[in-house]
């Protein structure tokens, strides 16, 4: 099947409704999602608001490096980081001020195979996962990694400094959520 012919993945109706609860779990430090990718809290500037929205996204550790890819695709907080090529990352009370570079999916395609291989392994998480990376399981190619990070863009997250309280007050007070 190739990329034109798939289908294009949808936010699940429950997502944006559990956001704003899975932004307070997180923000309260609570760790949300397998330990090997914790839920964070991404804040973003608009594209074209400039207001600031916070999503909750999993963070994947690889070779020391912080990288989060797109499970749903071009949703809009991919677009406005796209765009902004910058973000604050909340790990529970700790805020970090990061540049996010976009991988091409060449670059992407072996991070995301280390980052979801032990996923894809367990064969309850291998169904869930299945379900947004479509051309992945145990034994997928590497060549099947570039496909789906051509539909899920994936960046890596480089740590710039601590925001300073009141660019951090600045950047948090976004009250919407866009996924």
């Not at 145990?138 to 400094?161: C, I, M, N, Q, Y």
């Amino acid at each position: 099947m190739s990329i034109t012919a798939m289908k294009p993945h949808r936010v699940p109706f429950f997502v944006p409704m559990f956001n704003p609860f899975v932004r307070v779990l997180v923000r309260l430090g609570i760790r949300l999602g397998p330990q090997r990718a914790p839920m964070v809290l991404l804040t973003i500037r608009g594209r074209k608001t400039g207001a600031s929205y916070t999503n909750p996204v999993n963070m994947f550790r690889v070779n020391g490096r912080r990288y989060v890819f797109a499970t749903f695709g071009e949703t809009s907080w991919v677009k406005n980081l796209r765009a902004a090529g910058r973000a604050e990352l909340t790990e529970g009370r700790r805020r970090l001020v990061v540049d996010a570079l976009v991988l091409r999916p060449e670059a992407a395609a072996p991070i995301m195979r280390e980052a979801l291989m032990p996923f894809l392994r367990s064969p309850a998480t291998a169904i869930a996962l299945k379900r947004f990376y479509t051309v992945v399981h145990h034994d997928a190619t590497l060549e099947d990694f570039v496909t789906e990070a051509g539909r899920h863009p994936a960046f890596e997250l480089r740590e710039l400094s601590r925001p300073s309280s009141r660019i951090a007050s600045a950047v948090t007070r976004g009250n919407g959520s866009r996924t």
